[in-house]
């Protein structure tokens, strides 16, 4: 788990955001360090070896206190390229469920697109349940006022 933002994660923030979403804005270190100030939310970092600066992996574990209980989420799920097949994307996603359930998380949620074939396999494998639900999305344009 990473607690400090620096370059390395920076420079990890350019190689893998693209990966998983080409139109993804890289945040600033500032805002990279806002995120992991918050209590609640853990960004996990896989790297190339132990003692590496090196992350070739990473995802965003989000915890969350609602009146049915307390939920996680899953964002931002991503290996480099060149580090896929080796059980990193297994062991980050082990690791959130772990966090998760410490944490009194009663379930763990997660999107996923169709063409990420082998995410959508690994997901299930771990035992997430595929839901029929409806998945909205709503975009916050900086400039348009509240209504």
Do not use: C
């Not at 970092?45 to 206190?65: D, E, F, N």
């Not at 469920?97 to 169709?114: C, F, H, Y």
């Not at 396999?121 to 999305?137: A, D, I, K, Q």
């Amino acid at each position: 788990m990473v607690r400090d933002a620096d370059t390395a994660l920076h420079a990890a923030m350019m190689l893998l955001l693209p990966q998983l979403d080409p139109q993804a804005a890289i945040p600033s270190i500032g805002a990279l360090q806002a995120m992991l100030d918050a209590p609640r939310t853990h960004l996990l970092v896989a790297r190339a070896a132990p003692g590496s600066r090196l992350i070739v992996g990473m995802l965003t574990l989000s915890i969350v206190s609602t009146p049915s209980g307390v939920r996680a989420w899953i964002d931002d799920v991503v290996v480099d390229r060149g580090s896929r097949g080796r059980g990193i994307a297994t062991g980050l996603m082990n690791e959130a469920l772990r966090l998760a359930a410490a944490q009194q998380a009663t379930t763990v949620a997660l999107t996923s697109r169709p063409e990420r074939v082998a995410a959508n396999r690994l997901y299930e494998r771990l035992g997430f349940v595929r839901r029929e639900t409806n998945v909205y999305r709503y975009v916050i344009e900086k400039d348009r006022p509240a209504q």
